[in-house]
């Protein structure tokens, strides 16, 4: 018979113990099938265990041991000629009174950020906006030794730079992964010199991918709430297996600070980018010669199509390979390369994969029917070199706009020359079917003053259509406000003048 006080310590070690056993025997032998009590409780529902976090596959401190010898600091230098904020507070004249006329002064301006070393003769990956139009630049590793450091290379449609270390090497390596293979919800690990703190490890996960923020035609960030501040940019993002999966780039802020919302740039397009300005300084990507916009469901009914899936091409660039091919402006691309596309930044990120001078299928949609066309894709001309449309004006809306000139303004009996007016209306077009005249005076697009034909066409493409106009006498100041049925997006203020 077991005494009242030996039974209570025998109670106690296996309550103590019992825990440490239970889960020493599911380590050592694997998976272990829980026991289920032969009695249900009341109500007929066995409890819920609640499921522990997963582990990564390794430990932040391993990764961080493992990828921060490759991660640097970078501080660059750069020169411009500018006034000082004392100069801007009492201006020009007051110094010129004092000091009589002083030569432009050099400001100098110096910027902190990161980089990730990929590969050990010293080639560095980094943002291009931490190294643009800098004169100098100095590369500290992790182990405090400083480098001078050259840019090979910088492509400012997706921010990203190459540079070489001088002298040295070889140098620790990052691994780079694969960013496809990157699920929201995944560990990583953000390493850098935020404010100048070298060797900073933050972690978090993947919040989102695929996120567009409007810095660019190849917006395609990872999403992350890993504490990224000012310096990181440039660092490298890394998953839980010591691979760069993508290189930080900016953050959403109010105040400038991180507020758990940061983007990265994908490593595989970084890859692609990154082998290209190391072979040859630069970035070479196909090219159609289209303006295009998005296709909404009001759009796609006007055109006769069931479904808003496509990009609608808006405007034509003259001898440009969508020229040559026969696409006009209202072809709406439906496959580019037997691929089917639904946005304009999905085609922009295809095209510009895709190698100039190969030749590939483009099926559009036209005059409510199907066509396919084969194109020949160019090289993107240089940002310097000025472009001509086919369209000369006229607009995917069917109106044709010029400025309105102080001696157009007094035959038309317009009180100002704001605004633009309109000289001609294809029959049958949107711009018909929605009211639109000749000699309308179009004043506001989306409650914006226009003063140029460039910028009315611009904002009625971006709008997609027009929606609401009020429509008055050029001598009346009364307006009555007329549907104009076209989309829901942009509304059109217009004067009409005296017949």
Known sequence: MVKRSSLAFIVLVAVLVGPGLGNWGVRSGGPATPAVSRSMPPGGHLPVALAALPVPSAGFAQVAEAVGPAVVNINSV???SGSTPIEEFFGDEFFRRFFGDVPGRQQVQRSLGSGVIVDA?????????????????????????????????TDRKTDLAVLKLQGGGPYPAANLGDSDRVKV????????????LQQTVTAGIISAKGRSIGQGPYDDFLQTDAAINPGNSGGPL??????????????????????????????????????????????????LGVSIQPLTSELAKGFG?????????????????????????GDIIIEFDRKKVDSPQELQKVVAATAPGRAVPLKVWRDKAEKTLEIKIGETPDETVALKTTNKGKSLLGLDVRPITPELAR?????TPEGVIVVAVDEDSAASEAGL??????????????????????????GQGLTEADRSDASSSTRSPVNLVWSKSTSCVRHRRLP
Request: glycine share 10%; aromatic share 4%.
């Open 78 to 80: 750069t020169r411009f």
């Open 185 to 196: 919800g995944d560990w990583v690990l953000a390493i850098g010199s935020p404010f100048g």
């Open 305 to 329: 199509l069931k479904e808003p899936n496509g990009v609608l091409i808006s405007d034509i660039v003259q001898d440009s390979p969508a020229e040559k091919a026969g696409l006009v402006s």
């Open 437 to 462: 005249q000749r000699g309308d005076v179009i004043r506001e697009v989306n409650r914006q003053h226009v003063a140029r034909p460039a910028v009315a066409l611009r904002r009625l493409h971006r």
């Open 238 to 287: 890394v998953n839980m297996s010591g691979e760069v999966v993508g290189i930080n780039s900016a953050i959403l802020s109010r105040t400038g600070g991180n507020v758990g919302i940061a983007f990265s740039i994908p490593v595989n397009m970084a890859k692609r980018v990154y082998t290209e300005l190391a072979a040859k300084g630069k970035v070479t990507r196909g090219w």
């Open 411 to 415: 035959q038309l009996n317009l009180r």
């Open 121 to 153: 003769s010293g080639i560095v990956l980094t943002n291009a906006h931490v190294v643009e139009r800098a004169i100098d630049i100095e590369v500290t590793t992790a182990d405090g030794k400083k480098h001078k450091a050259k840019v090979v290379g």
